[in-house]
């Protein structure tokens, strides 16, 4: 038996783990307690991994479609079927006839993103779907318009405060998202403890609502009239003139534009008393510590961008950008963006800057709005996707619009997935590349860490070497690159991965203020270490990073102090960063956007209209994620089955008892599944999960399919969605609900 350091990577806590492999499998996960930011925490996910590892639906070998089935067959088919098929459908249709989908589980494997950007800027597409337009894209663009950058996204200084605000996000069971802050319920505990408070704001009172000091029940949708009259109130009473403030472009012409969100005004339509907003913009303005911080509910509702940017302004205008204690800029080890070259002022953000083909939406952060994606594979024309690689998702589950979006991938000419399983997605494609078991993948969490509470990073070795018919994440990105370039799969991998890495080194060497200004690529190149690329790769951006040794013989880490820190390595606290974080053109932090003055006109409009019997909420369950943990034995729950939880009220008047079938409908669709009565929901909201719906997996994943629940994407659409980034309504949904009669 041996004890193997890692990090459990499932959700974006990624918690420090243990694990006990005897005979080359794990059997045991137990919480690393030496992991300076996750301190010995687990959750029931982490400790069901040797189940998700053992699991028998797992594909464990390439799959590749021979009259109509899914067979096993060698790699080496496997990539020659890729590279003919592909080749064949580029030069017939253009690169723009490949679409790519990647998928949530991509941000938890560093091969996979590691080698995605080289991948897809071979292919020479601009058709990337991601997740991130079903998620977090409205908070990204909104960072990037006023910071410059879409990674400068504040997370709440959760350890040294002594107020926050958490709107539309329950960390006590999604473990925390783009605030990577493991552990979240005993950090809160701790600021209990030390005196302060913590303020949850939700349709719902959840599991985070239960613990915190104070539950706020907001109307869904009713956080941006709220946080501006927050900030109405705010600017009625006065506000400190901080370092923030100085930076603030055009503020003045801002606040005019708040001055009819009165807290009288909104008091109806958000569902808080006028009073109770008062007290709370004033507790948050009293309190030199405070964060508000949002998350799901925030960021795929009626108002997401502008309750993205309303939320930057309050904390802006309270004092607590930016500010120990406050929510501040994340500094992670590796380089990116943010931190590369001289701060202070950059090239900025820009959103649009190539458009869609079909209904012209504009590129979010390189990417295409989920929105198009149906239409860009049905309609006709140059340009129109013919082949679509997905990477680690579920779009035929996690898309709204679900019918339309399958239809549509069903009618194309290759689908190729890299996955572990045989989901609704990857069951329609022409061949899947299956992931390594995890004891053979090196891993960092290089995206997550981006959100970190800490300055933290914890770098893992590959435990076992890969035997039998496994192949690494990253030589499936390589060859997919080495066949996007045209050099056909057996291409030599190393010599393209040092290309490319060589031209990502000469590009950085031509920043102004970089580490490796007026360096010769190769000789930085030359001086990395690492036992392969992929370290090598890793040495680059960590001694690039902040902390960073460079390359001049300096002091700061390099790679070998994350080997030499398996447990983690810390780098501290947050400091504050501004000025240095801006990118923006002018040098100042650009509130004034003409957008959020037009949402503003919006929401006006709304705070006066009628609204709906029911709308549809979601909510992440504890022992779930996403769409692919419904297979692996043991989680299951009471608390995680697919259920329409309903108010009390709402259910007396329509005479249903929890079990009874409700039909969930709009015009898109309808779902039945069975009721949850409970006093914990606002009346008039309906809150359903997303990712169940997995009546189709028998045989490929079993033990989902046994319990396959509804697929709430059947009824939502893309009819409403976020003005800046083409996110759709997730949350806020106007629909119908009816008991089904026996
Ligand atoms: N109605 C509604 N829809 C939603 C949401 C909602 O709240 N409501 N949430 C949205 C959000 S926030 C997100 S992030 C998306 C998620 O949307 P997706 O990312 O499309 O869906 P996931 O279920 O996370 O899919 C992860 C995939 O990664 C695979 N996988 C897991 N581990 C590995 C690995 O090591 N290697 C490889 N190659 N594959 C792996 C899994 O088998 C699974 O197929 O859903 C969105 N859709
Ligand atoms: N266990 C588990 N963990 C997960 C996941 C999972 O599936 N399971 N998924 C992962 C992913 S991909 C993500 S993106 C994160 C999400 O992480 P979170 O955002 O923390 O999780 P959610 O449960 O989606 O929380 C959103 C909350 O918003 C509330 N809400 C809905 N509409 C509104 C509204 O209009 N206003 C307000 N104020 N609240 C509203 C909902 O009731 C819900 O409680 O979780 C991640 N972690
Ligand atoms: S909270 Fe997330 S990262 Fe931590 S053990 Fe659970 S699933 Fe893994
Ligand atoms: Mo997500």
Same mark, same amino acid.
């Given at each position: ?88 459908? #580029? ?47 409205? !908070? ?19 350890? !040294? ?11 006590? +069971? ?89 807290? +009288? ?104 709005? #989920? ?5 860009? #594979?049905?309609?006709?024309? +140059? ?33 190729? &997935? ?53 192949? &690494? ?32 080194? +000469? ?6 203020? &970089? ?22 790769? #890793? ?83 504890? !022992? ?119």
């Amino acid at each position: 038996m041996e004890l193997v350091r890692t990090t459990c990577s499932l959700c974006e806590a990624s918690c420090g783990a243990v694990m006990t492999v005897q005979d080359g499998e794990i059997i045991k996960v137990n919480a690393d307690r030496e992991d300076p930011l996750s301190g010995g925490f687990i959750c029931a996910k982490g400790a069901a991994i040797p189940a998700l590892e053992s699991d028998p639906d797992r594909v464990r070998t390439p799959l590749l479609r021979k009259d109509g089935e899914l067979v096993p067959v060698e790699w080496d088919e496997a990539f020659s079927f890729l590279d003919a098929r592909l080749t064949q459908l #580029m030069a017939k249709y253009g690169r723009q006839a490949v679409g790519v989908y990647i998928g949530n589980a991509i941000s938890h494997n560093l091969s996979l993103l590691t080698y995605f950007e080289p991948f897809f800027s071979s292919l020479g597409s601009t058709n990337l779907y991601t997740a991130a337009t079903l998620d977090q894209a409205p !908070r990204q663009s909104v960072s990037g318009l006023l910071y410059g950058d879409d990674q400068s996204v504040t997370v709440p200084d959760i350890d !040294r405060t002594n107020l926050i605000w958490l709107i539309g996000a329950n960390p006590a +069971e999604s473990n925390g998202s783009m605030m990577i802050a493991p552990g979240f319920l005993g950090r809160m505990q701790k600021l209990h403890a030390r005196g302060g408070r913590s303020i949850v704001f939700d349709p719902r009172r959840t599991m985070t609502a239960e613990r915190a000091s104070e539950y706020v029940a907001i109307s869904p949708s009713g956080d941006a009239a709220f946080l501006a009259a927050v900030a109405h109130h705010i600017v009625k009473t006065g506000f400190p003139q901080t370092n923030a403030i100085s930076l603030c472009g055009d503020l003045d012409e801002v606040l005019e534009w708040l001055e009819p969100f009165t807290p +009288e005004a909104v008091s109806t339509a958000c569902g808080i008393k006028a009073d109770t907003i008062v007290r709370l913009a004033e507790e948050l303005l009293n309190e030199p510590k405070a964060a508000v911080y949002g998350r799901m509910g925030t960021t795929t509702q009626m108002f997401s961008s502008l309750v993205c940017w309303l939320i930057d302004l309050v904390n802006i205008l309270a004092g607590n950008l930016d500010v120990v204690g406050g929510a501040m800029f994340p500094r992670p080890l590796l380089v990116q963006g943010n931190t590369l070259g001289l701060g202070g002022r950059g090239a900025g953000y820009q959103i649009g800057k190539w458009t869609s083909r079909v209904s012209n939406a504009p590129e979010v952060s390189f990417q295409i709005p #989920m929105s198009c994606f149906a239409e860009e #594979m049905e309609m006709p024309g +140059e340009g129109q996707i013919r082949a679509l690689i997905t990477l680690a998702g579920n779009p035929a589950l996690s898309s709204p619009d679900s019918a339309r979006v399958n239809a549509a991938m069903d009618n194309l000419e290759l689908i190729v &997935s890299v996955d572990i399983y045989q989901n609704e997605t990857t069951s329609k494609a022409d061949l899947i590349l299956p992931s390594p078991p995890r004891l053979t993948k090196p891993n960092y969490d290089l995206f997550l860490y981006k959100f970190a509470v800490r300055s933290y990073g914890r770098y893992t070795q590959p435990y076992r070497a890969l035997r039998g018919p496994e192949r &690494s994440d990253r030589e499936i990105m390589l060859r997919l690159t080495a066949i996007a370039s045209g050099r056909g799969w057996e291409a030599d991998l190393d010599a393209i991965d040092k290309d490319l890495f060589l031209a990502k080194i +000469e590009m950085h060497s031509a920043v102004v203020g &970089s580490k490796t200004e007026g360096l010769s690529p190769s000789e930085v190149y030359d001086s990395l270490d690492g036992l392969n690329l992929l370290e090598k790769r #890793m040495d680059y951006d960590v001694r690039m990073g902040p902390f960073g040794a460079g390359f001049s013989g300096g002091d700061g880490i390099r790679f070998q102090d994350l080997l030499d820190n398996p447990q983690g390595l810390d780098c501290g606290a947050l400091v504050e960063r501004l000025p240095e974080i801006l990118r923006t053109k002018s040098g100042r932090i650009e509130v004034k956007q003409d957008i959020f003055k037009n949402e503003l006109v919006r929401l006006s409009t709304w705070i006066g209209q009628k609204k709906s019997e029911f709308v549809l909420i979601g909510r992440r369950q504890l !022992r779930s994620n996403n769409s692919w943990f419904h297979n692996v034995p043991g989680l299951e729950h009471r608390t995680r089955e697919c259920t329409a939880q309903i108010s009390t009220q709402d259910a007396e008047r329509l005479g249903i008892v929890s079990g009874d079938l409700v039909e969930a409908s709009t015009e898109q669709g309808r779902i039945v599944l069975p009721a949850e009565v409970t006093e914990k929901i606002l009346a008039g909201t309906v809150s359903i999960p997303h990712g169940w719906g997995h009546g189709k997996l028998d045989g490929k994943m079993n033990v989902a399919a046994a319990n396959p629940g509804a697929n709430v994407n059947d009824i939502i659409d893309y009819n409403d969605l976020d003005p800046l980034t083409m996110t759709a309504r997730l949350n806020g949904l106007p629909i119908n609900l009816s008991k089904v009669e026996s």
